[in-house]
């Protein structure tokens, strides 16, 4: 016979209720990224979605997933965890659109040792906002209570991305030397890098809560500035048409990203007087003593996205993207050779 005063999951460090609280509380903003193709709300063991609906006659399915990295260990810290969950579907939803696809639904996977409703509530209401500047719905995901695996309030987040395209509109396509480089502005440092954004913060002496060298504001705040969204005006400016290529510009920065996107055989020339970067990396490569050549291959200093197109199409390329919001700018290339070769310097 067991007695009542048995062992029980909650003993065990495992809110059950807790985990059901989030679920309720997260429902509107899981609703508010509803879009054509959603199948059904959150709750069941799996979520469907039609690409039908969203309007594909012939799709091919375009999967991605990231996380965010120690950029949470600033927000844990902070307890500025708002954005955390932007960075999130940035990650992955900026890697779909650099295929052609358009990205159509999202989940997440929340771990912590012990669930805390409100953090993982705000946690889960980024990543709503994200999906909704995406266009993707934000249709299923998991929260796991872990005691022992995780302590104090630490937390991890991963991100589950699905896109679409019409069969043979994939990119990179038709890459070809002479093809002109048109770099976006990124908002930042976004999303990678930070084990070495905190090596130099923690070499500066700063604490978080320290007004920042760099931008108005406490420098934790500053350094948590969410990742950029591309999807939206990178789709537009595929859709117009000379868009043969598009990189991610995340860890490894323009020298390890941009190659991805090119032809066999084939470099590529940049420019870096073409640009300024953001003063947030000024900062970090003074402060931390870094190369610039290590700069460029472990942030994105100042360009988060990189279009490589068709030259008769930079003017109007560049009219779109700017009507859309975006900072543009040509950059450089595609040469012979291999990888990324640098004229000018970053500062």
Request: aromatic fraction near 2%.
């Given at each position: 016979m067991t007695s009542e005063q048995g062992l029980t999951y909650a003993a065990a460090g495992v809110d059950i209720d807790a985990g059901n609280a989030l679920v309720e509380r997260?429902?509107?903003?899981?609703?508010?990224?509803?879009?054509?193709?959603?199948?059904?709300?959150l709750g069941g063991f799996g979520a469907l979605f039609d690409p039908r609906a969203a309007g594909y006659q012939d799709p091919v399915l375009v999967a991605a997933?990231?996380?965010?990295?120690?950029?949470?260990?600033?927000?844990?810290?902070?307890?500025?965890?708002?954005?955390?969950?932007?960075?999130?579907?940035?990650?992955?939803?900026?890697?779909?659109?650099c295929q052609g696809a358009e990205p159509l639904f999202f989940l997440d996977y929340f771990a912590t040792g012990k669930l805390d409703v409100d953090q993982a509530a705000r946690v889960v209401e980024g990543i709503a906002e994200g999906c909704r500047r995406a266009g993707a719905a934000l249709i299923g995901g998991e929260t796991a209570e872990m005691p022992g695996m995780y302590h104090g309030g630490d937390f991890d987040l991963a991100g589950f991305a699905v896109g679409a395209m019409e069969r043979g509109a994939h990119l990179p396509q038709g890459v070809a030397?002479?093809?002109?480089?048109?770099?976006?502005?990124?908002?930042?440092?976004h999303s990678n890098g930070y084990s070495l954004v905190r090596k130099v913060v923690e070499r500066s002496g700063l604490a978080w809560d320290a007004s920042s060298p760099f931008a108005k504001g406490a420098l934790g705040r500053t350094l948590l500035t969410p990742t950029?969204?591309?999807?939206?005006?990178?789709?537009?400016?595929?859709?117009?048409?000379g868009v043969r290529a598009a990189a991610h510009i995340t860890g490894g920065g323009i020298t390890e990203n941009l190659p991805r996107v090119?032809?066999?055989?084939?470099?590529a020339e940049v420019d870096l007087d073409s640009w300024q970067a953001p003063s947030v990396f000024r900062w970090l490569a003074d402060a931390g003593d870094v190369p610039e050549r290590e700069m460029l291959k472990t942030f994105n200093c100042g360009?988060?996205?990189?279009?490589?197109?068709?030259?008769?199409r930079v003017?109007?390329?560049?009219?779109?993207?700017?009507?859309?919001?975006?900072?543009?700018?040509?950059?450089?290339?595609?040469?012979?050779?291999?990888?990324?070769?640098?004229?000018?310097?970053?500062?």
């Open positions: 997260i429902k509107p903003a899981a609703k508010a990224t509803d879009r054509p193709g959603v199948m059904a709300g997933t990231d996380g965010v990295g120690t950029k949470l260990k600033i927000a844990i810290e902070t307890g500025e965890v708002d954005g955390v969950g932007i960075d999130l579907v940035a990650m992955c939803v900026n890697d779909l659109v030397e002479g093809d002109v480089l048109l770099a976006l502005g990124s908002d930042g440092v950029r969204i591309y999807v939206r005006p990178v789709l537009a400016a595929i859709r117009a048409g090119l032809p066999e055989g084939v470099g360009v988060g996205m990189i279009l490589v197109v068709a030259p008769d003017k109007a390329l560049t009219e779109l993207l700017r009507a859309e919001g975006e900072t543009v700018r040509t950059i450089g290339e595609v040469g012979g050779g291999h990888g990324v070769g640098y004229t000018g310097t970053l500062w």
